[in-house]
């Protein structure tokens, strides 16, 4: 039995589902909201690219260490954007969040917390994780900010650690965030959703 299995999320209007291929046509029009592959620091796919981000997302669920997931409007069912636990380690009892993007329309707006809310509270409740960790690019600061609003502590920076799609290396900056401090930051990012400020 898989430590993470298919579930769907949902709550303030925001539905994660099980990223599959039938998302295909909807991701690709999120990723074409902002033109979000021409951004340096992120590994968002360009349209005619979606097929083959979603496969690689399934080979990462079908060997264990990634489970990703379609990010959409509860209602309308409108792709906004997609969502990841990976680097899944059932023994330790710990995930990351990541491959983590969204429409520009979207952005600074409540589904970004909304999605962490409903990733952080599966993550500590369902699957009792001791630990949540968030990896980023060392000059995505817009990133390193909204994972430190969501109550994260950093851990320190990986250097050398990945290439980037034009080529060059990057440093990783690693965050987690422990069980023992989830029941603050959930308070916390319940208060920022009360007050309708992006906290993410």
């Known amino acids: 039995m898989s430590f993470v299995e298919p579930v769907t999320l949902r709550d303030r209007g ?3 589902e099980p990223l599959s291929l039938d998302h295909e046509a909807g991701l690709a029009a999120a990723a074409a909201d902002g033109e979000l592959w021409k951004i340096r620091v992120t590994s968002v796919p360009a349209p005619q690219e979606t097929r083959s981000y979603i496969e690689t997302a399934l080979l990462g669920r079908a060997q264990g260490h990634r489970f990703a997931f379609a990010v959409l409007d509860d209602e309308s069912g409108k792709v906004l954007g997609t969502t990841s636990y990976h680097d899944i380690v059932p023994a330790v009892r710990r995930v990351e ?3 983590t993007w969204y429409a520009q329309s979207v952005q600074r ?8 809310l409903l990733l952080l509270a599966h993550a500590f409740g369902t ?9 980023t690019d060392n000059f995505n600061f817009a990133s390193q900010r909204a994972i430190e609003r969501l ?5 320190g920076v990986i250097r050398g650690h990945a ?4 080529g060059t290396i990057r440093d990783t900056v ?4 422990r069980s023992g401090e989830w029941p603050e930051a959930r308070a916390q990012l319940l208060y920022l959703l009360e007050q309708h400020t992006p906290a993410a």
């Open 14 to 16: 925001v539905r994660l």
């Open 97 to 99: 969040i990541g491959y």
């Open 109 to 116: 707006t409540h589904v970004n917390t909304s999605a962490k």
């Open 127 to 135: 699957l009792d994780c001791h630990v949540v960790g968030w990896r």
């Open 151 to 155: 109550g994260a502590k950093k851990d």
């Open 163 to 166: 290439l980037r799609r034009d």
């Open 174 to 177: 690693m965050y987690s965030m």
